[in-house]
């Protein structure tokens, strides 16, 4: 049985692949860089005295946080290729005006992995960029809608709505415009795959896709995370699906 219904095996192997690639090189250049980097001997007493950890347990969390500011950055992109590998979606990779283009659907969209990712102000440039590809004539993209993709979003709400992010040197909200949406994430796979609850299905296979791309004999324990996207998105019926693959 296929891991989800709308990409292939082969496929969503590649991609979480080439995301556990970049987390290991963030694990490696965090060990390397380490005494490189110049560390704040006060905050790490403060530290150690708050949470009650020695010199030891604090290098290793101050690790883990250096490698997974690092990978952060880049969590966004699996999100993007999965989604730019759904039949007549393309994934326009990085340094592009936008991350996914629909051309049968007249759809571009830029995906972000969380709200507070983007700063307010990098929110009106964004719109500014949407605008500049979907409204003048001689654009390939005239008369498309524009997504701008938040997938956590700020509160377990599914919503599409005009993005009209505030521009404080104006002091108001740039204008609506329905051309130019702001969606959530669970919201926007179901767009692209017409499966209401595909960003489930991404979630509950992902931690026996990650086994299967590093050939683990067990699963990845996924009961801590199971309650964080309780939390973060709305729970839709979903479709009776087989979360397991045999070992």
């Not at 556990?20 to 390397?32: N, Q, R, T, V, Y």
């Not at 040197?169 to 329905?178: L, Y």
Request: neutral net charge; glycine residues 4%.
């Amino acid at each position: 049985m296929s891991y989800v219904s709308f990409i292939s095996d082969e496929k969503y192997l590649q991609i979480v692949s080439e995301i556990l690639a970049i987390g290991m090189d963030a694990k490696a250049k965090a060990e390397s860089d380490f005494n490189r980097n110049v560390i704040d001997p006060f905050a790490m007493m403060i530290e150690m005295a708050s949470f009650g950890i020695d010199s030891n347990t604090w290098m290793i969390s101050e690790k883990s946080r250096q490698a997974q500011k690092s990978l952060s950055n880049h969590v966004g992109l699996l999100h993007q290729k999965i989604l730019g590998n759904v039949a007549g979606w393309k994934d326009m990779g990085t340094g592009n005006i936008v991350d996914l283009v629909n051309e049968d659907k007249k759809i571009v969209a830029e995906v972000k992995n969380k709200h507070n990712t983007t700063k307010g102000s990098d929110k009106v440039a964004i719109y500014k960029e949407l605008d500049d590809l979907v409204m003048p004539k001689a654009s390939n993209y005239k008369d498309y809608t524009a997504y701008f993709v938040e997938i956590i979003p700020k509160k377990p709400v599914r919503y599409e709505e005009c993005f009209t992010p505030s521009d404080r040197k104006k002091g108001t909200r740039c204008e609506a415009n329905p051309k130019i949406k702001q969606i959530d994430g669970a919201s926007f796979y179901t767009l692209v795959t017409n499966e209401e609850d595909a960003l489930e299905q991404i979630f509950k296979t992902l931690p026996i896709v990650i086994r299967d791309s590093l050939k683990a004999t067990a699963t990845i324990d996924s009961k801590g995370a199971e309650e964080f996207f309780k939390v973060a998105f709305v729970e839709k019926p979903s479709k009776p699906r087989r979360t397991s693959r045999p070992a």
